[in-house]
């Protein structure tokens, strides 16, 4: 794929950098659908984001897609449930994409640990804006249920959470992946999360994975839920689905939904509750 890096300046977080990786021989003008990804470099990297949906449509089970690589700058105050960063992405990032290259249909969405919390924080504020969600190992810390409290951003994180599980009625249409590993902390708040959103009838498929909070799980996890999301998800170019759902308390009605909670992936064993290891190698954040 072709790679171009953009700068998108005066947004309230301050400069935001990503790399828009298009699909080869593509031109601008050509309508097709977009992908953003918080950590994107690392998501890239570590996980082969970028290779597997290419993989995907050249196996004809999606259309070429464009990636959005967001670079994360100070990745704790962006993604810890930052409604600046997550609005910013929504009114500033997202328009400057638009005005270089033509979409098909609403974008998607993923993030991983602290990009997931993000990630979802975005459609929340931002309802209808992306059409799929792909949320893995999300840190959607809650007060009783996570050790996480000596973190600087634990109150901003464990605020939005439970305004999400409070809710009275689903925000938007997005169709929401989530996977987590099977031996991580996040395991219990991811899965609760998902009910949650279940229960508002958002349609939601949690996939359990093995492994812990880390790239390498992460990576075997989006080969499981990817195919399905796009599958789910992307839409024609046209499409008018969810371009009413732009309120802060919007809903959409049409659509399927379906909710999975506990989807086990190949050789994934439950055990119980295990410390967190340091980030890369993977801690909850």
């Not at 949906?53 to 004809?60: H, I, K, W």
Request: charged share 25%.
């Amino acid at each position: 794929m072709a790679r171009v890096r953009m700068t998108v300046a005066g947004t309230a977080v301050g400069e935001i950098e990503l790399i828009l990786a298009a699909p080869t021989g593509t031109r601008r003008n050509h309508p097709l659908p977009l992908l953003l990804a918080n950590d994107g470099p690392a998501y890239s990297r570590r996980a082969g984001l970028v290779r597997f949906l290419d993989s995907l449509a050249v196996a004809g089970r999606m259309p070429p897609c464009r990636v959005a690589l967001l670079v994360p700058d100070d990745r704790d105050a962006r993604y810890s449930a930052n409604p600046d960063y997550a609005t910013a992405v929504v009114d500033d990032v997202l328009p400057a994409v638009t005005a270089a290259y033509r979409l098909s249909g609403r974008p998607l969405f993923a993030g991983a640990s602290l990009g997931a919390l993000s990630a979802l924080q975005s459609e929340w504020l931002r309802p209808g804006t992306f059409s799929g969600l792909l949320l893995q190992s999300g840190s959607f810390f809650r007060q009783g249920l996570d050790d996480e409290e000596s973190y600087e951003h634990w109150a901003r994180i464990t605020d939005f959470v439970p305004s999400v599980r409070r809710a009275r009625k689903r925000r938007g249409d997005a169709v929401v992946a989530m996977t987590c590993g099977a031996d991580e902390e996040n395991l219990a708040n991811n899965r609760q999360l998902a009910q949650a959103l279940a229960g508002r009838g958002q349609s939601v498929d949690l996939t359990v994975v093995p492994g812990r909070h880390d790239w390498a799980q992460w990576r075997a996890a989006v080969r499981l839920a990817l195919p399905t999301l796009v599958d789910r998800a992307i839409e024609p170019e046209g499409s008018g689905r969810g371009q009413q759902a732009t309120g802060a308390d919007a809903t959409a009605t049409d659509g399927p939904r379906f909710a999975r909670i506990d989807r086990i992936g190949p050789g994934a064993v439950l055990s119980g509750r295990v410390p967190a290891t340091e980030h890369e190698a993977g801690d909850a954040r």
